[in-house]
């Protein structure tokens, strides 16, 4: 709260605004640092460092190691964490993720969709499809199974990884939830990624006598009832 004082205001207007007693700011600030934070500080510039000599390439696992043989003994999601704090990413941090890996030796469903994402009656269609997200300790990758005539998720999964069990356990969820039967008239629908087209996950479809269906290569647009 030192900031306000450079611009002219007191302490004590800024604390009747936040409602806040005085006290209680002057008490945080004659407060001793914890262990953590005194730990950190020497960290900090230390990570920026090794970041500027690396020209900006260096990610938290570099870095750690280039910390470690400098003798400064530190976990990897300590550095990562300090990183988000200062604002630095690796070279490689802004390139795009792929969930959608193409297999094109795998036998591929027909489009029986079109672009049509209507529907008249539930489960007919689901669209399943993946994505990834920032989370504290790296990269997180959904996925999930949206029922269009609902427009609600009735399956989903989050792993670490995107092999086919992320999507087929997603799918299993889904077909518990929804009670799908074999005579259930269920069209599935999705990209052309290697889970969706696998052998497990086809034969997983199959079981249930569910319509595989799966979009064009390459085009977006029939991701977009997936991520709306």
């Not at 605004?17 to 960290?43: G, M, N």
């Not at 999507?167 to 889970?195: N, V, Y």
């Amino acid at each position: 709260m030192d900031h306000p004082r450079e611009r002219g205001l007191g302490v004590d207007p800024v604390c009747r605004v936040l409602e806040l007693s005085p006290s209680t700011h002057f008490a945080r600030k004659k407060r001793p640092k914890s262990a953590r934070r005194l730990r950190d500080a020497q960290l900090m510039p230390l990570i920026e460092e090794v970041h500027a000599d690396s020209g900006g390439t260096y990610g938290a696992r570099r870095i750690t190691r280039a910390l470690r043989r400098r003798g400064h003994g530190v976990a990897r999601c300590t550095v990562e964490r300090l990183m988000a704090e200062l604002g630095l990413e690796d070279a490689i941090r802004g390139r795009r993720r792929r969930t959608t890996v193409p297999e094109p030796s795998a036998p591929r469903p027909p489009d029986l969709v079109d672009r049509d994402f209507t529907a008249s009656r539930p489960d007919r269609p689901w669209v399943a499809d993946m994505t990834h997200v920032r989370a504290w300790s790296g990269w997180a990758y959904v996925a999930f199974a949206l029922d269009v005539y609902s427009r609600m998720i009735v399956g989903w999964q989050v792993a670490n990884h995107i092999r086919t069990e992320l999507p087929l356990d997603a799918l299993e969820m889904a077909l518990w939830r929804r009670r799908i039967k074999k005579d259930s008239g269920l069209l599935h629908h999705s990209d052309h990624g290697s889970q969706y087209v696998s052998i497990r996950y086809a034969d997983r479809l199959a079981d249930i006598d569910a319509s595989a269906s799966v979009g064009s290569v390459a085009d977006s647009y029939d991701n977009a009832m997936a991520r709306h």
